[in-house]
């Protein structure tokens, strides 16, 4: 997964403004969100079970807004 990729799963969590998918998927994954933004800037490798996690933790994420 490349940075722009994981950008692109943070804006599918984006709330109505546009705003929050970052801080959204940190939660999701239990990640603290400066972690988060150097992994966006490419200052930290993506690892394939951090790929891992981010789909399952988007898909996890819009099974419980699709249920309420």
């Known amino acids: 997964m490349t940075p722009e990729e994981l950008r692109a ?10 705003t929050g998918g970052q801080t959204r ?12 933004r150097k992994k966006l800037a490419g200052k930290v490798k993506i690892r394939k079970v951090d ?3 981010v789909e399952e933790a988007i898909k996890r994420f819009k099974r419980q807004k699709k249920s309420k």
């Open 51 to 53: 790929e891992l996690a």
């Open 9 to 18: 799963h943070c804006d599918s969590l984006n709330d109505e403004r546009g």
């Open 25 to 36: 998927l940190a939660d999701l994954l239990d990640m603290h969100p400066t972690l988060l």
